[in-house]
């Protein structure tokens, strides 16, 4: 640990002791992910970068990385650095980037790895030294991450120079493999917004960008042979082929990547060192193929659903004419893709259907199978196969470990425990750690912010104190076989403008670093204090929506107590239960109040917000809760009387799509006196599997109805409805006008104010 307080050290010399010119600043640094080693020369003076400084390449690789750099250095400078090429000897007053041999590594320090760097700042010029322009791409971030803060903006504050301390830094990653999956099924992102992301993962040295092409909730990938794909499959809406899903509502959206546009991203992730993997996830999670090319699944009729109650949406394993359509499919991606590992991922299939389907149940008996998962090891093997054709190596979600043998190449990706990354390695596989209880990034960051929490609720600190490898007892060629590190976002809750970034950023800088740094050098307090002094605001300059830590909340002794993470944060807040924005009142001390529940509290870094907070020690429910029974002429999966314990954190669904002409009736044992009532559905703080089509009715006597709203969207909600009575209440019942949003909906407990 002595290297991270040695840092926190010079930084602070730097920043106090210096002899600064009027308009030259200081070096940060405040690097993540932490380099391995950094040596500073405390007695030299150190190199200024300044307007006249030139960027020297010696090989036609290097020429994008000066290009990069100049690009960045211009925006400080607000003109371009001369770029020269193969300058012998090397000028003075020059950053230079030299790509050297293998066997110069041992003189250099440097690990034979083409990820390494040393970045070396001498008296009169900055050198960069790698074997392969990988690693000199990363001692360029690890160089921009030096600069002022506001690097990254066009509007940034011109100087005259950046002065450097005399150092060597010699860096090198941890894993090979440190990976983001990006779920663009259920919420499709334009090819702006992946270049943005792009530029952000490789600013953090994040090699692996895992795109989930397709799922039930939209196929993205144009397939020239097979239109239907993307004309059809692509959509969701009121009348597309696809349910309207997550909130996405009636209106028809979605979309595809073009070919071209695939290529160019592909080309744009190269230019910053991430290879693109491709997911196509089969043989489950299939819906957008199944509605547009029907005969890929059982011929059964099949009502059994998944895990996200889609049903008819796996791959029938034994019907040979799929293999020949999969390999069209993937002879087109390969043109499309150079990477060596294709993900298809496998998960979660119910693999029921094939029990009831006479062309599956022949091949088992032919294959003499006993049980259905061997089935889909069958379907595996032949997709390794398919794959093995073109040079590929074929990568799955863990579920791939079962049901028979994989080739050694096979690369599980492992979701549901570390455990399972224990028995992946132990059968000799090569493993990717994408831990749901650690790196699945769509979870909960608290209670009461947005998101899922099956996995568990995962801030920050829970991220950090991820170990791909962990305690548990591996050999030297065990642990060679963990990849590395990936996280995920999955997007059901995407729909919300924002949401993407929010549960991301600052996420994936504690990626970068489990993925970079050595174990040892890791440590929480160190990586906090980076961000908060420098991280922040460059995610900032950079047009990351980063979340921003919400207040702590709490009412003692009649006073609300409101805390912020860190200092440079604004609180503000309002007494009418409203969400604070920035003109509302500023929290500066306690407030006395009998009336603790209609406050609300948000932090602000600049403009941006986080999320509103009440007191947390206080149950915020205040709504009535009279004795109720509901009926409805909808099945139901759950105790129907779990929607009248009025408890927010029960729920129940439908065992079938709702329908128009449907009803759920909630009659009060005595009438209720009362201000409004809202109705919700979808999972309350999720906004997903509600009702788009429906309105709100309610009864004075139970029997004679008034017609209330229609039901609309709320981020957190979901799709609702609020009456306001004028007199006592005996009943009030949601109508359904059209379809829901998936095979099921999801009730919530009135709000009875």
Not at 134 to 142: K, L, P
Not at 528 to 536: A, E, I, N, Q, V
Not at 694 to 702: I, N, P, Q, V, W
């Amino acid at each position: 640990m002595k290297k991270l307080f040695l840092l926190t050290a010079i930084f602070a010399l730097l920043s106090s002791c210096a002899e600064k010119k009027a308009a030259v600043v200081d070096a940060n640094l405040d690097i993540v992910p932490v380099p391995q080693e950094v040596v500073v020369c405390m007695n030299d003076n150190g190199f200024q970068i300044n307007k006249e400084t030139v960027i020297v390449y010696e090989n036609e690789a290097n020429k994008f990385n000066a290009e990069f750099l100049q690009s960045y250095l211009k925006n400080i400078f607000k003109s371009n650095l001369k770029i020269c090429r193969d300058v012998t000897p090397v000028a003075s007053n020059s950053i230079s980037l030299n790509i050297v041999n293998p066997s110069e590594c041992e003189n250099l320090g440097l690990v034979n790895d083409k990820e390494a760097y040393l970045l070396s700042v001498s008296l009169d010029k900055i050198d960069i030294y790698a074997i392969d322009a990988a690693g000199i791409f990363y001692g360029i971030q690890t160089l921009i991450q030096m600069m002022p803060n506001d690097i990254y903006s066009e509007d940034a504050v011109e100087v005259d120079g950046v002065m450097f301390p005399s150092l060597n830094i010699i860096d090198n990653p941890r894993f090979k493999y440190r990976g983001l999956m990006l779920d663009c099924s259920r919420t499709f992102y334009d090819v702006d917004f992946i270049k943005h992301l792009l530029n952000g993962l490789a600013h953090y040295k994040i090699n692996n960008f895992h795109w989930h092409l397709a799922d039930d909730q939209g196929w993205r990938i144009e397939i020239k042979q097979y239109p239907k794909l993307t004309e059809l499959g692509a959509w969701r809406g009121a009348d597309e082929l696809l349910m309207p899903a997550y909130g996405s509502g009636n209106e028809r959206n979605g979309g595809f990547y073009t070919q071209e546009e695939i290529k160019d991203i592909v080309k744009y992730a190269a230019d910053r060192n991430i290879n693109i993997i491709p997911e196509i996830d089969l043989p489950g999670h299939s819906k957008a193929v199944a509605v547009t090319y029907p005969e890929i699944v059982c011929d059964i009729d099949s009502k059994h659903l998944s895990v996200q109650g889609e049903s008819n949406n796996v791959w029938c394993v034994g019907r040979e004419e799929n293999y020949e359509m999969l390999e069209n499919i993937f002879a087109e991606l390969v043109e499309l893709f150079p990477s060596k590992i294709y993900h298809i991922g496998a998960d979660e299939v119910n693999m029921n259907s094939w029990r009831d389907c006479e062309v599956c149940q022949n091949l088992m008996k032919e294959k003499e199978m006993t049980e259905l998962v061997e089935l889909q090891n069958h379907f595996v093997r032949r997709i390794e196969k398919i794959l093995a054709k073109y040079g590929k190596t074929m990568a799955g979600w863990d579920e791939i470990l079962d049901g028979g043998n994989l080739l050694e190449t096979t690369i599980p990706y492992v979701w549901q425990n570390s455990e399972r990354g224990i028995k992946s390695v132990k059968a000799g596989q090569p493993t990717v750690m994408q831990v749901s209880q650690y790196m699945y990034f769509d979870m909960k960051q608290s209670p009461d912010e947005r998101g899922l929490k099956w996995a568990a609720i995962i801030p920050l600190d829970t991220v950090y104190s991820f170990d791909p490898i962990g305690n548990f007892e591996l050999t030297e060629e065990e642990e060679k076989l963990v990849l590395g590190p990936q996280g995920g976002l999955w997007t059901e809750c995407g729909q919300v403008p924002g949401y993407a970034h929010y549960q991301l950023f600052p996420k994936v800088l504690v990626l970068s670093e489990i993925g970079w740094s050595a174990y040892e050098d890791r440590n929480l307090d160190y990586f906090k204090k980076r961000l908060y002094d420098s991280h922040l605001e460059r995610l900032y300059n950079m047009n990351f929506e980063f979340r921003v830590a919400p207040p702590t909340v709490r009412y003692e002794d009649g006073k609300l107590i409101a805390e912020k993470e860190y200092d440079f944060l604004t609180i503000r807040y309002t007494d009418d239960k409203t969400t604070p924005t920035l003109e509302s009142a500023e929290y500066t001390d306690a407030i006395v109040t009998e009336n603790p529940e209609n406050y609300r509290f948000v932090t602000f870094y600049n403009e941006r917000p986080s999320i509103a907070r009440g007191a947390q020690n206080i149950d915020l429910y205040h709504y009535q809760k009279p004795a109720t029974t509901i009926t409805s002429n909808v099945p139901m999966e759950q105790d129907i009387n779990v929607l009248v314990d009025y408890n927010m954190n029960t729920y129940c669904n439908t065992a079938r799509p709702v329908e128009n002409g449907d009803y759920f009736l909630y009659t009060f044992e005595n009438p209720v006196e009362c201000e409004s009532i809202l109705v919700g559905t979808g999972h309350y703080g999720l906004a997903i599997v509600g009702l788009p089509n429906a309105r709100l009715e309610y009864s004075y006597d139970g029997e004679n109805f008034i017609q209330g709203e229609e039901f609309v969207y709320d981020y957190f909600d979901g799709y609702k409805a609020e009456v306001y009575p004028e007199q006592a209440v005996k009943a009030v019942k949601i109508v359904v006008t059209g379809i829901g949003e998936c095979e099921y909906a999801i009730l919530q407990d009135l709000r009875i104010l």
